[in-house]
């Protein structure tokens, strides 16, 4: 059986997934998730607090794909070979799960293990410290500033962000990334 | 100068700087993906509002949301009004945050620790 996206969240929920999708990641299809999902947090009367955290959340993780999604592989079945993406949001407890997964270039994959392995190791206040260091002496480009919306999603759920590659073929590399959100 | 007036979208907060009144807002949900573009017109008519600021210049930030591309380009307005500041003219931001959002408390301190102004942090008890 040919590798699929799907493949790499075999080991979740998708049926009962508050969110599910795979495709192309365009600012419309952004749009679309956040006001759907906003829509269902506000059915369920979650608490303010965890409802914007889960909702920030889910905004840097899709602008991730987004932003930082490298070309699917040559091959490989997708309707547009750039920004493709899959996300999944699950409610897990009392708390929320976000996983999505891309391809990255096989020679990112270097660069962007350890730099959540370093946001792993970090202290909530390490983390802080970064976060400002970057924003404040960092230029902006187009794709946002680096690394910064990893250690907002770090900040923001307090716990180590799950990642996990599955190489590809020599050039790419598919890439899964989960955070938890869970309630204060 | 005339004012800057955008009205806000789900993504974008909605703007007004009135250089007659020196009262500038930032208010709603900042998320756009691409956030240089948006702040880009703001950032500019600041640069021509430094030239000649009011003697006081009240900044009320009323933000629910905001993306990480944003907050370098919020960071970036306030350097601007810094700039005010360190030229001997009166300039308060007031960073406006819900009752119970921590986060946004905390991301009004994050600025607070980087830009030499007076910042005000106020909760809105609902």
């Known amino acids: ?40 947090l506000l059915a369920t009367r979650e608490a303010p607090r965890l409802r914007k955290k889960v909702y920030n959340v889910l905004v840097e993780s899709l602008q991730n794909l987004y932003h930082h999604s490298d070309r699917v592989p040559r091959g490989y079945h997708a309707a547009r070979p750039d920004r493709f993406g899959l996300v999944v949001m699950e409610k897990i407890g009392s708390g929320y799960r976000v996983t999505t997964c891309n391809f990255v270039s096989g020679v990112r994959v270097k660069e962007l293990e350890e730099k959540l392995t370093r946001i792993n190791r970090s202290t909530p206040e390490e983390i802080k410290e970064l976060y400002k260091d970057i924003l404040n002496h960092q230029e902006i480009t187009e794709k946002g500033l680096g690394g910064l919306g990893l250690l907002d999603i770090a900040r923001k759920t307090g716990h180590r962000i799950d990642f996990r590659f599955k190489k590809y073929d020599n050039l790419n590399t598919a890439f899964r990334l989960t955070a938890v959100v869970a309630p204060l | 100068m005339e004012p800057i007036i955008i009205e806000g979208t789900p993504k974008t907060p909605s703007i007004k ?106 909760e809105i008890i609902e």
Request: charged residues 35%; aromatic residues 12%.
């Open chain 1, 1 to 40: 059986m040919s590798f699929d996206l799907e493949n790499l969240v075999s080991d979740l929920d998708i049926r009962g997934a508050i969110l599910y999708y795979k495709g192309n990641v365009e600012s419309d299809t952004i749009t679309r998730a956040l006001d759907l999902v906003e829509r269902k």
């Open chain 2, 17 to 122: 700087f009135d250089a007659r009144e020196g009262v500038f807002e930032i208010k709603g949900r900042s998320i756009p993906e691409n956030s240089v573009e948006f702040y880009k017109p703001l950032n500019e008519w600041l640069d021509q509002y430094m030239q000649v600021p009011l003697d006081k210049t009240v900044v009320n930030i009323r933000l629910e949301y905001f993306n990480t591309s944003s907050s370098k380009c919020i960071l970036d307005v306030f350097k601007r009004l810094e700039s005010i500041h360190r030229s001997k003219h009166d300039v308060e931001i007031n960073w406006f945050y819900e009752e119970d959002d921590e986060d946004m408390l905390e991301a009004g301190e994050d600025y607070d620790s980087i830009i030499k102004v007076p910042f005000k942090m106020i």
